[in-house]
């Protein structure tokens, strides 16, 4: 069974930094492209970024909004992505998806930024 | 940046047909992807390839294909299809993905 598990989210301070995990298991992740998806609440589905295998030379891509502050990476030793949020603000509030391929996905993790 | 658009709501009566639009100006070269949401829950893909539906899927979902438009169709509706439902597709770089806004479908 594929299976994907976001951590690390929680109440984070305005200019603050966090570290999000996925951690995989029930495929070949290091032959998977990994997605980051994040939800404001009340709100629509946003791209966040990606990052692809290393047979793509763990090329990443992000959304134009995100370029400057998001990091995506991966271990795949660990069967492990990472979503790294620097300078957050307040509009960074919102459950933060890690998905493969954008098929299947976890069930979010809670960024709450506050002042 | 590019971006999808579809209706924000779309209400159809139990056992009727509901139809999701899409629009976007590379959707004749880059697949639609569509997906269900519902409340409190992660979103499931349930159309891939704009036509192709994933295992477990019912067969009461199916997409379709015009030039810049893509449409879900939900046939037969039931009141468990009650959702949001979000098409998903990338920008002529192939390198940048992005969803339209969803839309809300309910059932009277």
């Known amino acids: 069974e594929i299976q994907l598990v976001e951590s690390g989210g929680g109440l984070v301070q305005l200019g603050g930094s966090l570290r999000l995990s996925c951690a995989a298991s029930?495929?070949?992740?290091?032959?998977?492209?990994i997605h980051w998806v994040r939800q404001a609440s009340g709100e629509g589905l946003e791209w966040v970024g990606r990052?692809?295998?290393?047979?793509?030379?763990?090329?990443?891509s992000y959304a134009a909004s995100m370029k400057d502050r998001f990091i995506v990476s991966r271990d795949d030793s660990h069967n492990a992505a990472f979503l790294q949020i620097k300078s957050l603000r307040a509009e960074d509030t919102a459950i933060y998806y890690c998905?493969?391929?954008?098929?299947?996905w976890g069930q979010g993790t809670l960024v709450t930024v506050s002042s | 940046s590019y971006k999808l658009t579809q209706p924000p709501s779309v209400s159809v009566s139990p056992g009727q047909t509901a139809r999701i639009t899409c629009s976007g100006d590379?959707?004749?070269?880059?697949?639609a992807y569509w997906y269900q949401q519902r409340p409190g829950q992660a979103p499931v893909l349930i159309i891939y390839?704009?036509?192709e539906r994933p295992p477990g899927i019912p067969a009461r979902f199916s997409g379709s294909s015009s030039g810049t438009t893509v449409t879900l169709t939900i046939s037969g509706v039931q009141a468990e299809d009650e959702a949001d439902y979000y098409c998903?597709?990338?920008?002529?770089?192939?390198?940048?993905?992005?969803f339209g806004p969803g839309t809300k479908v309910t059932v009277l």
């Open positions: 998905t493969r391929h954008l098929a299947q």
């Open positions: 029930g495929f070949n992740f290091s032959a998977s492209d």
């Open positions: 990052i692809r295998p290393k047979t793509d030379n763990y090329a990443t």
């Open positions: 590379a959707l004749p070269d880059q697949y």
């Open positions: 390839k704009d036509t």
């Open positions: 998903q597709s990338a920008d002529t770089t192939k390198v940048v993905y992005v």
